[in-house]
């Protein structure tokens, strides 16, 4: 709910604080006598995307200033990480983007393979691009379906969306036993192995996934509402995204063409071809458009997995000592292109163990960083959806 | 309700239906409960899917999700409370009119779940506010609210207008509104509601 503050406030320039002292004029340049009317949205807002509040000042409809305030989430995730031995973790790194469980557990397996030399066998590579490639489906169609009910079409396009990620969740479910909290990978490869039947469901899956896409471009790409609403709205511009480390589809949507899939070529993203979409004018439509364009794309790199897929191998590497286990005294940051874009973690280990040091690198909330600036000047309506395009989860940006 | 049965199927026949208001009542409050669209955490996309097309939580009436507290009969708490985040929530359940309903959804918001060891997770929604059904589950899964839903329902049927169990809108001494905690130097204060959670007495020594 928006909910006025009692008083209408007037901030002299932007450099006075929101809280403390607060001084009353009138503005200049305004015959009315009229005053800025500080808005707290948040944090049980309908659209806010989870426990999130903005403080907006607002000249008429007009944003003048924007405070993100976050940390109604904070779980603790570090801290008790660094309490817990390395494989304790791995369910909590399920929690903090709750979309992607497979993708954060596979950037935590990345980061803890690399600090201790682990070697992943072929077919669990492959295992592992096929469930990404899976999340960044069910999670760019999802943001598609919170996005658009953002703007107003309550409902309809976001039950499209979760009937699909309802068939991709049955799949993860018939592997891992849980349909949100994976806790699938391993290090140095995966715990259940593929049986001919989960390929064959994916590969139906995947045949019958650009019908859907389809119907749902048809109905959102060209709607004449939803262009109005978005372009133009929320421009990121390129140097600001760089100069901000913004990462993922925000990036590219302000046309940097950056993708640790291709940059890092992790796993063996290097045997696969792919496009990297980019946008040109980084407003919300152009998010919008890329978050379709790469399921177009992570399609093809299933496909081409699918195909590639090897018969015999190893699912997970059996020299590795999974209880007890005590990587060798180091630092390591592994970073895998998440769906809402670099994902890394920070470990360093002193031999023991428990991590001394875990860090996590989370996309959404260095993402978030850059609001007030895309909405300074926006309608505060249009905050809804510029807040929508990020993609951010807030088990992840408060942890 | 004691009517004779001969009456009253004379008067169905007729086209009177008979029955006492506290069935009309129950009825009425079973078949529409309005949840308010609040969610927390990871067990709020769970809620959302029991929404969508696949399980579809229309069919118990219960899909009206309203934005707005003053509109909404049942809370659906889904997903970690963390500290900062408490007060909010009891102030959310305090705006919401009577007769209202709580359901905790999943480990965090009953116990604290995988989080509880962290220093800002509440241990549990009922410490502040009174809770009608618990879901287990990490996040419970969308057939699991569906069954807490109806399990409310049939809780709803039983309840009482009168007599000594009545429900607690209609009793006098109940407080209409429950104390939100503060953000105190160490911790929520105060730490729990006395009125309504009790701390578990550890028996030892007991043989």
């Known amino acids: 709910m928006i909910q006025p503050i009692t008083e209408t406030i007037e901030i002299g320039g932007s450099e006075q604080p929101l809280y403390g002292p607060r001084s009353y004029q009138v503005l200049s340049g305004n015959d009315l006598g009229s005053q800025l009317l500080e808005i707290s949205m948040g944090p049980h807002h309908p659209s806010t995307h989870g426990v999130f509040r903005m403080d907006v000042v607002l000249d008429g409809e007009e944003v003048v200033k924007l405070k993100p305030v976050f940390g109604y989430l904070h779980r603790n995730h570090e801290k008790i990480a660094e309490n817990a031995s390395y494989l304790a973790s791995m369910p909590y790194t399920d929690r903090l983007d709750y979309f992607c469980s497979m993708t954060n557990n596979w950037a935590y397996a990345h980061a803890v393979e690399k600090l201790a030399g682990i070697k992943v066998p072929e077919r669990a590579e492959y295992m592992r691009v096929i469930l990404a490639e899976l999340t960044r489906l069910v999670n760019h169609t999802a943001l598609v379906g919170f996005l658009v009910n953002d703007l107003g079409a309550l409902g309809t396009p976001l039950i499209y969306a979760f009937r699909e990620r309802e068939n991709i969740l049955d799949v993860f479910e018939a592997l891992s036993g849980a349909r949100m909290m994976c806790n699938y990978m391993r290090f140095g490869g995966v715990r259940v192995d593929f049986t001919p039947d989960i390929l064959k469901r994916i590969t139906h899956i995947v045949d019958r996934y650009p019908s859907f896409l389809a119907e749902f471009e048809k109905l959102l790409v060209g709607n004449d509402i939803i262009m109005s609403r978005c372009q133009g709205v929320g421009v990121l511009t390129k140097e600001l995204a760089i100069a901000s480390s913004v990462t993922g589809p925000m990036l590219r949507a302000s046309g940097v063409d950056y993708d640790i899939r291709k940059v890092d070529k992790y796993g063996i993203y290097d045997r696969f071809d792919f496009r990297v979409p980019l946008g040109d004018h980084g407003d919300v439509y152009d998010r919008l458009m890329i978050r379709f364009l790469e399921m177009h794309e992570s399609l093809k790199i299933l496909r081409q997995a699918l195909k590639q897929f090897p018969q015999g191998g190893e699912h997970i590497n059996p020299e590795v000592k999974l209880r007890n286990f005590r990587p060798k005294a180091g630092e390591a940051y592994g970073r895998i292109e998440s769906p809402k874009g670099e994902l890394g973690f920070y470990l360093i280990s002193t031999g023991g163990n428990l991590p001394y040091r875990y860090r996590v690198r989370p996309p959404s909330l260095i993402n978030l960083t850059i609001l007030e600036d895309m909405c300074l000047g926006e309608k505060v309506a249009d905050v809804i959806i510029i807040l929508g395009s990020v993609d951010i989860v807030l088990g992840e940006v408060d942890r | ?207």
């Not at chain 2, 009922?126 to 589950?137: A, E, M, N, Q, T």
């Open chain 2, 1 to 207: 309700m004691p009517v004779d049965e001969g009456l009253r199927s004379e008067l169905q026949k007729a086209g009177v239906f008979i029955a006492s208001v506290e069935t009309i009542y129950n009825w009425s409050r079973r078949s529409s409960v309005w949840p308010l669209q609040f969610g927390l955490a990871c067990c709020a996309i769970e809620m959302i899917a029991t929404a969508c097309s696949r399980f579809d939580l229309a069919r118990f009436g219960a899909e009206v999700f309203r934005p707005s507290p003053r509109q909404a009969d049942l809370m659906i708490v889904a997903g970690t409370v963390t500290k900062k985040m408490a007060p909010q929530v009891v102030r959310l359940f305090n705006q919401m009119p009577e007769p209202k309903y709580v359901i905790a959804m999943g480990a965090c918001a009953i116990s604290g779940g995988p989080f509880k060891q962290g220093y800002n997770v509440l241990k549990g929604i009922d410490r502040f506010i009174p809770v009608d059904v618990h879901i287990p589950g990490c996040p419970p899964r969308p057939e699991a609210l569906l069954n807490a839903l109806m399990f409310l329902q049939r809780q709803i049927d039983n309840q009482h207008l009168t007599g000594v169990n009545k429900v607690r809108w209609y009793d006098d001494t109940d407080p209409a509104e429950y104390p939100i905690p503060r953000f105190g130097a160490h911790d929520l204060e105060p730490p729990f509601n006395r009125a309504v959670w009790h701390p578990q007495k550890i028996q030892r020594g007991a043989a």
